[in-house]
């Protein structure tokens, strides 16, 4: 199964703030990653897909790269309602696995 | 609009059985990869199972594999999770989940939550 590694675990930041969250991949995955919100008791919602791709209707403050091992989210400018706990996930072979999660806090 | 809406959770006891249900519209069925994500109170997500309606083949995760199976009824546009042998630690929200472009996971229910406990 392919193992996939998020850090930080916990990321304190202010509005406005860039920030940056890591997903590295036990194997190659190409790029067949995703990343996805969720808010306390609520469902995940995908933001970006195929690594870098944006879902429709998500703000333009969010970014993903890279390729293989090594994936990155970007939020350029921290808003309110960005502070939620992201995942990643692999999609490039069953089990899909997700990361364990950063949670993105207020400081 | 995609809607999912799951049904069927609640509480069991070890050992025991559950079937966890998954009414889809707003999109054809059979041709779509349909899954199963869970996550444990204060927990992480972590997915399940999946099956491809239209081809009938499916994957589990080894956490569940030989105690959990996944089905869909295309005349019922329905996906269900048949839980066997559950455990304390199948205690989770359990999701439905459609899949989409190259596989990637689009459109999730509200959930469904199952306690297992004596």
């Known amino acids: 199964d392919i193992q996939m590694t998020q850090s930080p675990s916990t990321l304190s930041a202010s509005v406005g703030d860039r920030v940056t969250i890591t997903c590295r991949a036990s194997?190659?995955?190409?790029?067949?990653l995703a990343w996805y919100q969720q808010k306390p008791g609520k469902a995940p919602k995908l933001l970006i897909y195929?690594?870098?791709s944006l879902e429709s209707g998500v703000p333009s403050e969010f970014s993903g790269s890279g390729s293989g091992t090594e994936f990155t989210l970007t939020i350029s400018s921290l808003q309110p309602d960005d502070f939620a706990t992201y995942y990643c996930?692999?999609?490039?072979?069953?089990?899909?696995?997700f990361g364990q999660g950063t949670k993105l806090e207020i400081k | 609009e995609v809607q999912l809406l799951e049904s069927g959770g609640g509480l069991v006891q070890p050992g025991g059985s559950l079937r966890l249900s998954c009414a889809a519209s707003g999109f054809t069925f059979s041709s779509y990869g349909l899954s199963w994500v869970r996550q444990a109170p204060g927990r992480g997500l972590e997915w399940v199972s999946v099956?491809?309606?239209?081809?009938?083949?499916?994957s589990y995760a080894d956490s569940v594999k030989g105690r959990f199976t996944i089905s869909g009824d295309n005349s019922k546009n329905t996906l269900y999770l048949q839980m066997n042998s559950l455990r304390a630690e199948d205690t989770a929200v359990y999701y439905c989940a459609k899949e989409g472009y190259g596989g990637v996971t689009i459109n999730w229910g509200q959930g469904t939550l199952v306690t297992v406990s004596s």
């Open positions: 996930q692999q999609y490039n072979s069953y089990p899909y696995t």
């Open positions: 194997q190659s995955i190409s790029t067949w």
């Open positions: 099956i491809s309606v239209s081809g009938g083949s499916t």
């Open positions: 195929k690594a870098s």
